[in-house]
């Protein structure tokens, strides 16, 4: 795996035209001991199968101090891109290694899930971890060791989460090197520059535990970016055509690509893309433990209720005590109580599966703190010119999870069957490593006026909203576009309440058995999300915004009533898609709508009140599905919640103010 990540970070900054010296002289930190230690922990691991006594009777101090030194050197250096996240990586593996005595733990069901048996162990560095997720096998660190099976031809092997993120890591920081060389010493941590605090409102999309929000704006590159050759103007007078740059050049220029090359934001984004696929994996093996557990359609549902209400409780406010707080402290501390919540679910859910529903609710809160956190930082870590391409970036890694985690997930929790704490594990640790890199780099001290403390804060919201409907009720298209709205996104939250039962009881299971069905499903709505933000993004402003708004209402009604009323997966996965797409084609004309219509200064309390309003509708058809579910066929309760859809469609199609927006 390590080998696979430098080889494709090698030959993908090759590809780009970076320089083989650049890899060869770069300079790092104690370089030379970190080799030493390199050499320690495999040297140590090579005199232990030689039967060397004393390696074996010192393999414990041996192999610690290794990875104490390897990590801290990585540590030290990480300045350069994909390093702070090996050094995350390292820091998982010694843990891993040193909680068992110095010997490497690995999950035997996974071992066999690779194609491998236990004969093909290293009798004198692995150990095997208990079957059963016990206390034990959490105090061996076993979400830790060699628990990820990965079974290809040839190239089929056992790995542990660690040597996941030493091969990102470290294929990230071969590419950086050979296209940039050495950082400049500003990357450490000196900001070049202070960005405004900024937020970014994703209308109507409710947060499920620490997952985001959904796509928001698709974001395209500035003009010029990759365009025809430019005209410009001699000193003479005479205007001369420039040549277009070739494009491996125009590659390299690319914002994406200095993204990459940014310590600080590569470290950021990896952090945050790594957590978003273990909340993929939550989110699947969440609904998966509560249906096979309760065997209820209304208790599944709860659960994502659960998890979802503390959008309606909770998000309007979250960000006005954000903005008085530390944003580097917020993260962090909100990663950490992730971590551990997210570990306490398995313990929870045999305990009493009751005990997990506040469990949810309580990430899903915590969440709401570190979204706007992670809003306003990113405009601080980056260029302002960088800055609409480093908000494609943080969208375009919460599309990669909808569309490579869900399925990553569901092929994962259908291997653990009733090991499904391992997944859990694998969320909370994503957590930590995303803690881990968040407190790896410098973020520029935000200028703050003097804010009110909590009494005078809540004092201020309650203002802002009183404002924010007046606003609002006063802007006929905004005020019935939110109405329309309301009723027409009941369907998601049927779907999100019963998705997971749907795929259990509805579909046929034959060419996609459950829970990678489910999975499916949720794959292909992320698809029809990114189809329909690309499309809207291409041919949107030709079109009529209220238009667009009402045929989205109507699409998405449709193809849920599709969904709910087929059992074929081939029809399901292309009516989820088609939902994903309808999605996109109503949102982004609505949060444009609302940009462009509210006074300067009211957004945030505007979209603060519609907020307000379509997750408390959205909360109440979670609950209302689930009940429904008891008594019906869980696909003629999605198939009805379509209807309403259509039904809001066809009132928006008949409000002059929505239609005509």
């Known amino acids: 795996m390590i080998i696979i990540g430098s080889l494709a970070g090698l030959i993908l900054g090759l590809a780009l035209g970076g320089h083989l010296d650049s890899l060869i002289n770069v300079r790092l930190r104690f370089a030379a001991l970190m080799f030493v230690a390199v050499g320690l922990r495999y040297g140590t691991q090579f005199a232990i199968a030689s039967g060397i006594g004393l390696a074996d009777t010192l393999r414990l101090p041996l192999l610690a101090g290794a990875f104490l030194i390897l990590g801290t050197g990585l540590w030290l250096n990480r300045r350069h891109p994909g390093l702070s996240l090996v050094a995350a990586g390292v820091a998982a593996n010694g843990i891993a ?198 065997k209820s359609a209304l208790a599944t549902g709860l659960v994502f209720l659960a998890a979802t209400l503390p959008n309606l409780l909770l998000g309007p406010i979250a960000g006005t005590f954000v903005d008085r707080w530390n944003h580097k402290r917020v993260m962090i501390v909100s990663d950490l109580l992730r971590a551990g919540m997210v570990l306490l679910i398995p313990a929870a859910a045999s305990t009493d599966i009751v005990l997990v529903y506040p469990l949810v609710f309580a990430i899903t809160s915590v969440s709401l703190f570190f979204r706007p956190a992670k809003a306003v930082v990113v405009p601080r870590l980056v260029h302002p010119d960088d800055l609409m391409a480093a908000n494609s970036a943080t969208w375009t890694g919460e599309t990669m999870a909808d569309i490579l985690g869900y399925p990553l997930a569901g092929l994962f929790v259908a291997f653990l069957g009733d090991r499904l704490a391992l997944a859990f594990f694998a969320d909370s640790a994503s957590y930590l490593v995303s803690a881990t890199l968040v407190a790896s780099i410098t973020i520029p001290a935000l200028a703050r006026a003097t804010v009110p403390r909590v009494v005078g804060a809540l004092q201020a919201f309650t203002a802002e909203l009183r404002d924010g409907w007046a606003v609002l009720r006063r802007q006929p298209v905004l005020f019935q576009n939110t109405l329309v709205s309301t009723f027409a996104q009941l369907s998601i939250g049927s779907t999100l309440a019963l998705m997971v039962v749907y795929a259990q009881q509805a579909l046929d299971g034959r060419l996609i058995g459950y829970p990678a069905n489910y999975a499916a499903i949720e794959t292909a709505i992320g698809i029809g999300n990114l189809a329909g933000g690309v499309a809207v993004g291409l041919i949107g402003a030709k079109l009529g915004k209220g238009r667009m708004v009402v045929a989205g209402f109507l699409v998405m009604g449709l193809s849920t009533t599709v969904l709910g009323l087929t059992g074929n997966v081939v029809v399901a996965l292309i009516a989820a898609a088609i939902s994903g797409v309808a999605n996109l084609v109503y949102v982004i004309p609505s949060q444009t709508l609302f940009a462009q219509l509210t006074p300067e200064g009211y957004l945030g309390r505007v979209v603060a009140f519609r907020s307000t309003l379509v997750f408390g509708a959205m909360t109440g058809a979670m609950a209302v599905s689930g009940v429904l579910a008891e008594i019906m066929p869980v696909g003629l309760v999605i198939a009805l919640s379509g209807v309403v859809t259509v039904a809001a469609a066809v009132a928006g199609w008949m409000l002059p103010a929505v239609r005509d927006a």
Do not use: E, K
């Open 97 to 294: 290694i040193i909680a068992n005595g110095g010997w490497m733990p690995v999950s035997l069901p996974a071992l066999a899930a690779a194609g491998f048996s236990p004969a093909d162990l290293s009798p004198t560095f692995n150990v095997a971890l208990p079957n059963d997720l016990s206390l034990d096998f959490l105090l061996r660190a076993g979400p830790l060791g060699d628990i990820v099976p990965i079974p290809l031809p040839v190239l089929g092997n056992l790995v542990s989460l660690g040597d996941l993120f030493i091969a990102i890591g470290l294929g990230w920081f071969i590419f950086s090197t050979l296209l940039h060389g050495d950082p400049s010493p500003d990357a450490s941590g000196v900001a070049l520059w202070r960005g405004t605090s900024s937020t970014s409102a994703a209308i109507d999309r409710p947060m499920v535990l620490g997952g985001g929000m959904g796509p928001g704006l698709p974001m395209t590159a500035g003009p010029g970016s990759l365009g025809s050759p430019a005209t410009a103007v001699s000193r003479i007078g005479v205007a001369v055509t420039v040549p277009r740059p070739v494009l491996r050049t125009r590659i390299r220029a690319h914002p994406y690509v200095r993204l990459a090359l940014d310590a600080r934001f590569s470290a950021f984004w990896l952090g945050q893309t790594i957590s978003l696929f273990g909340d993929r994996l939550n989110q699947v093996a969440l609904g998966v433990m509560v249906l096979a557990t309760t």
